[in-house]
């Protein structure tokens, strides 16, 4: 087992080895299959709920989804604003083509969510978000390369940012590993799934993260979610 008093530097292979389609759709399928059954969608539409109190009749939500996937995150806040009444324009961006082709072929056409491929630190939007929200996406940085991801968030944010991310924890760290294993997942969840809690994080990692990329602590709120997850925003 990984020493998990720190961030442990294991590449996954989803980020390093170039993958047949098949086999990278199929472990976003299996992530997406984990999601639901971890309650991964709920610490960021919790969030979204209280960011967005104020009436929005006037013109849609705009959110961007870095390290979208599957696109399962975006079609869950589609259907938590159907509920609400309120409007969304939804954009994903994923490095990966094969998230973009995948997350495009999971999602019923008419959808007001677009997936595009793109690495985020050479994205420039013309126009920026009210909202940049991510999933299991932090995990995937260096210390260094999240300070900047933070830093781009406050630049492209209007309104607010979330991250959503796991709590580096060894109940997790076991569970997952026993439980892909006993589900029968594929080769790339066996070895990235375990890795990705022994790259995630603790409040003291969050804390300071967010120190050096300069905001201030009552600037954002760290707030754990049931469970083993991180909740990491900042409303304007
Ligand atoms: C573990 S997956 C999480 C997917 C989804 N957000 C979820 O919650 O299931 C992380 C995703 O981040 C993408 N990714 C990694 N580095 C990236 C970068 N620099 N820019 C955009 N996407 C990136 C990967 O291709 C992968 O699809």
């Not at 070895?191 to 967010?210: C, E, G, K, M, T």
Request: contains cysteine; proline residues 6%.
């Amino acid at each position: 087992m990984p020493d998990l008093s720190r961030r442990a530097i294991i590449p996954e292979i989803m980020d390093t080895e170039p993958v047949p389609y098949d086999e990278f759709r199929d472990c976003l399928r299996a992530i997406e299959r984990i999601n639901r059954l971890t309650f991964a969608y709920r610490p960021t539409l919790r969030w979204l709920d209280r960011a967005t109190t104020r009436r929005w009749n006037d013109r849609p939500i705009e959110i961007l989804d870095v390290g979208s996937g599957h696109g399962d995150m975006l079609r869950r806040i589609h259907g938590w604003a159907r509920r609400r009444g309120v409007a969304v324009r939804l954009t994903g961006i994923d490095v990966s083509p094969w998230a973009t082709r995948a997350a495009g072929e999971a999602t019923a056409p008419g959808l007001p969510i677009r997936y595009e491929t793109g690495n985020v630190f050479h994205m420039e939007p013309g126009r920026d978000f009210d909202y940049v929200i991510s999933s299991l996406f932090a995990h995937h940085l260096e210390d260094g390369d999240l300070v900047r991801f933070v830093r781009w968030m406050e630049r492209h944010a209007r309104l607010g940012w979330f991250v959503n991310d796991i709590h580096r924890h060894p109940v997790p760290y076991h569970f997952i590993r026993h439980a892909v294993r006993v589900a029968g997942m594929n080769r790339l969840v066996l070895h990235d799934a375990p890795a990705s809690v022994a790259r995630a994080f603790n409040r003291r990692d969050w804390q300071d993260l967010l120190s050096e990329a300069g905001l201030p602590a009552e600037a954002v709120e760290i707030r754990w979610y049931m469970p083993f997850k991180y909740g990491v925003g900042r409303l304007r």
